[in-house]
């Protein structure tokens, strides 16, 4: 059985957010605002075929991927930038590779114990976030 990331998780604790916004160039007065939030991650998965939605009080970000199959992504909302976007499978992580204008731009999920987790990669910046079940 492949692992299932499906369901609603909130985040719980958000690491080096700010370095990682940083390096995406998103602006202070963004910033400020999106440190605050709290997102919840609502995953459906279906085998290989993913829907990541990120929910927040400010902006949300819905991302649709089959694993292995590259995809144009714009980023709306976000830093606004298009990438080509590749999902693989490294064991049980989901990893991304964001190739674009940035640098080593990706991000990998995986599940420990009870807990989801994505680390966010830009250029030299990790973020280190941590969900647990809504
Ligand atoms: C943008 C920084 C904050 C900061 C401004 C808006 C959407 C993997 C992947 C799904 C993400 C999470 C978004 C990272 C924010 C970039 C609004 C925050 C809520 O997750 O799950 O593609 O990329």
């Known amino acids: 059985m492949p692992v299932d990331f499906s369901g609603t998780w909130n985040l719980v604790s ?3 957010f700010e370095g990682y916004m940083v390096a995406l160039g998103i602006d202070f ?3 400020k ?3 605050m939030l709290k997102p ?3 995953i459906k998965q279906d085998g290989d075929s993913f829907h990541v939605h990120t929910t927040s009080s ?3 970000y819905l991302l649709e991927f089959k694993v292995g199959e590259e995809f144009e992504e714009d980023n709306k909302g976000l ?3 298009k990438c080509k976007s590749l999902v693989t499978w490294e064991n049980d992580k989901l990893v ?3 190739t674009g204008e940035k640098k080593n731009r ?4 995986w599940l420990e114990g009870d807990d989801l987790h994505l680390e966010l990669r830009c250029e030299n910046q990790v973020c280190r976030q941590v969900f647990k079940r809504a």
Do not use: E, P, Y
Request: proline letters at 0%; aromatic letters at 8%.
């Open 106 to 109: 990706g991000w990998t999920h």
């Open 14 to 16: 958000n690491d080096n």
């Open 79 to 81: 830093d606004n930038r």
């Open 33 to 35: 605002i999106a440190k």
């Open 40 to 42: 919840q991650k609502v």
């Open 96 to 98: 991304c590779v964001q």
């Open 58 to 60: 400010f902006r949300d």
């Open 29 to 31: 007065a963004t910033r």
